[in-house]
Each structure stands twice: as structure tokens, then as C-alpha cells.
T-cell receptor, first 115, second 109 residues
């Protein structure tokens, strides 16, 4: 059972470079989410997609774009990476039935460093 | 947004029962209370969710008083492997999700 799969697991970028983080889930979930977690902090929601074809901003969307490619896949793009975006990025999914308070299932994260 | 307040850290010993209380004074009618566990270098893992009274599953219990302004996660007979950060969330939709800093639980032999 793969659950939520994130690629890559680690990445180092230079300031100004672009990158896309990939996320896929195999649980037939409707909703998907992208979070970032800075050292010693809780997770902060960047963007979410309540269902295929829709995306919405979360708490910290600036500097990011997302694409809900299909029901399984939700990607996060950094167009021009900045050192402040150095973080661990988590993807999550939830909701077979569509209720948005259902528990979320998380991937193992992408550790991104921007020099 | 329903902000939550939890202790920053707690210590306990193997075999003890651990209770972590979360305060959420501004909880809305449609909000559910959800607890997650996070180990280092891993994503959070769902533990338990409830709306009112008491919920129990194979790993924990969740106690919610009638006014729903607080909740208590109870971990029975903890072991070293329960050392983790525990997050209390209160939300009814994705736009209201706030993780906060969580409670760092340390279990000693």
C-alpha cells in the first residue's frame, strides 16, 4: 500500500531556480494538500485542492503555484526559489466521500534546501 | 479560525497513562477535533478524531466535554515509541486548518 508518494525526497536548489514537487495518492481521495514545515514548527498549509479541477490558497501561498493534474496527482511549483523557501514539504490527501474534515494521510516529505 | 493551545512539552515514563489537553475556546459548531502524531523525519499520522463526548480506538481515547472548548488525548500505557510531537487541530474545512506547534512528548524508560 503506497498511500501518498512524494518525489523527490531531497533537493538542493540555487536561488532563482525553478522546481516542481510531485505528489500522488492511490487511495481514491478527493482532496489533496501541500504543507511546509520549518524547523521546530508546525505545518503550514500552502495550497489545497478540495476536488479534481479546483485549487485554493492556504495560509502561506506566496511564491508557489499548484496543479491538480488529475484525481491522483497534485504538484507544487516554485517558479523562482528563495532561501526563505528552504523547508520540508509535505503532501497529504483525504476524503473519499468528500467531507473536508476527514483525516489526512501524509507522505514522507521532500526536504528542500535553497542556497 | 479556531486557534488551539497545547503544552509545549511533556515528560512521562513507560507504562504510564499520558493525557494531553488542548484548549480551543473559539471552536465552531461544525468543527471536528483531530489529533495527529509526528515522528522526526516523517509526515504526521492521524491518531483520533471526535466531535463530542468520548471516542476510543486501538491506540488512544479522546475526551471532549459538553462545551467542546477543550479536549484531552489519552494514551494508555505509553512506551518509548510514543515519543513524538502531538498536534491538536480544530476545523471543519481545509481553509481552517492550523497545526500549531504541537506538544513534544518524551517517554523515559
Amino acid at each position: 500500500n503506497a498511500g501518498v508518494t512524494q518525489t523527490p525526497k531531497f533537493q538542493v536548489l540555487k536561488t532563482g531556480q525553478s522546481m516542481t514537487l510531485q505528489c500522488a495518492q492511490d487511495m481514491n481521495h478527493n482532496s489533496m494538500y501541500w504543507y511546509r514545515q520549518d524547523p521546530g514548527m508546525g505545518l503550514r498549509l500552502i495550497y489545497y485542492s478540495a476536488s479534481e479541477g479546483t485549487t485554493d490558497k492556504g495560509e502561506v501561498p506566496n511564491g508557489y503555484n499548484v496543479s491538480r493534474l488529475n484525481k491522483r496527482e497534485f504538484s507544487l511549483r516554485l517558479e523562482s526559489a528563495a532561501p526563505s523557501q528552504t523547508s520540508v514539504y509535505f503532501c497529504a490527501s483525504s476524503g473519499i466521500s468528500g467531507y473536508s474534515n476527514q483525516p489526512q494521510h501524509f507522505g514522507d516529505g521532500t526536504r528542500l534546501s535553497i542556497l | 479560525l479556531a486557534k488551539t493551545t497545547q503544552p509545549i512539552s511533556m515528560d512521562s515514563y513507560e507504562g504510564q497513562e499520558v493525557n494531553i489537553t488542548c484548549s480551543h475556546n473559539n471552536i465552531a459548531t461544525n468543527d471536528y477535533i483531530t489529533w495527529y502524531q509526528q515522528f522526526p523525519s516523517q509526515g504526521p499520522r492521524f491518531i483520533i478524531q471526535g466531535y463530542k463526548t468520548k471516542v476510543t480506538n486501538e491506540v488512544a481515547s479522546l475526551f471532549i466535554p459538553a462545551d467542546r472548548k477543550s479536549s484531552t488525548l489519552s494514551l494508555p500505557r505509553v512506551s518509548l515509541s510514543d515519543t513524538a510531537v502531538y498536534y491538536c487541530l480544530v476545523y471543519s474545512s481545509a481553509s481552517k486548518i492550523i497545526f500549531g506547534s504541537g506538544t513534544r512528548l518524551s517517554i523515559r524508560p
